[in-house]
């Protein structure tokens, strides 16, 4: 009867740590590939309209934790991370975070959302076109809203499609950022 017992309790220990692996292992992202290094540098060559038309060069963010986000002015999700995303940007600013939005939009409206939101970070329109530039940067699917990180050296180093918690954004800094 014991042998039996001893058996149940690694047979049920075995099975616990093989779910628990599982879930460790499924959870977790798979690291952005080259080619996705390859679009964050394309990103930094490119120029976009901020909300004002002022052609911004993306290449100002480089050597900073940057933080991307898709998003647009007609999407529910992408409507509620934004004070998030703005208080998320003061707040980690001093530690060479920065956050911008590309708006899948035009700038009259993106101008208009700034302003009615009183928000201060960086929003630039792409148009229908930021949905083509958020899936080369490893957006699997055309999803809004859709966060990506850019390392200061230029890397992918994680994304997020969906709207972005402020946790999530903190680990990402805990991870990749510099004190």
Not at 46 to 73: H, I, Q, S, Y
Request: charged content about 25%.
């Amino acid at each position: 009867m014991a042998r039996r017992t001893v058996l149940i309790a690694l047979a049920v220990s075995a099975a616990a740590f093989a779910v628990a692996a599982g879930a460790f292992w499924g959870l977790r992202r798979p690291a952005p590939d080259a080619a996705a290094d390859q679009e964050a540098v394309a990103l930094f060559a490119m120029k976009l309209p901020d909300a004002d038309g002022v052609e911004r060069p993306l290449l100002a963010w480089r050597g900073k934790l940057l933080v991307v986000n898709f998003w647009a002015t007609w999407c529910a999700p992408c409507v509620e991370e934004m004070p998030e995303l703005q208080r998320f940007a003061d707040e980690f600013a001093p530690r060479n975070v920065a956050v911008i939005g590309i708006g899948v939009d035009d700038a009259d409206k993106i101008r208009d959302f700034r302003s009615q939101h009183r928000l201060r970070i960086p929003l630039l329109a792409a148009g229908f076109d930021g949905m083509q530039l958020a899936q080369r940067l490893g957006n699997p699917e055309p999803v809004l809203p859709y966060t990506a990180l850019i390392s200061p050296d230029g890397r992918l180093v994680e994304e997020h499609s969906g709207r972005i918690q402020e946790p999530e954004l903190r680990r990402w800094v805990a991870e990749h950022g510099s004190r």
